[in-house]
């Protein structure tokens, strides 16, 4: 059973940086794709990122590229997603997730969620 657990998140200002890490364990991940969505109040729950774990291929939601990355460390079964320039707009509370397969940007792909990490950006 895989599981997921994040953390990472808090309270910051605008400009600030944050680095959201996922523990992922109870598999093998060579052949998963792993996600961040994110869910403002009020709002769909959306794609931010994503990594295919075997390939280290990168994709990003255009509202974060180029401010936020997704990195993966094989040896820490872990999945971070670096946060820069944050904005009040980026507020959310992030989920990390994973699928078998490909990257997609639809979260009903992914079967497996963690339980989401609050991030708060004041103006």
């Known amino acids: 059973q895989v599981q997921l657990v994040e953390s990472g998140g808090g309270l910051v200002q605008a400009g600030d940086s944050l680095r959201l890490s996922c523990v992922a364990s109870?598999?093998?991940?060579?052949?998963?794709?792993m996600g961040w969505f994110r869910q403002a109040p009020g709002k769909e729950r959306e794609f931010v990122a994503a990594?295919?774990?075997?390939?280290?291929?990168?994709y990003y939601a255009d509202s974060v590229k180029g401010r936020f990355t997704i990195s993966r460390d094989n040896a820490k079964n872990t999945v971070y997603l670096q946060m820069n320039s944050l904005k009040p707009e980026d507020t959310a509370v992030y989920y990390c997730a994973a699928r078998i397969g490909v990257v997609t940007r639809n979260n009903p792909d992914y079967d497996c969620w963690g339980q989401g990490i609050q991030v708060t950006v004041s103006a």
């Open positions: 990594i295919r774990w075997s390939a280290g291929s990168t």
């Open positions: 109870g598999r093998t991940f060579n052949n998963y794709a």
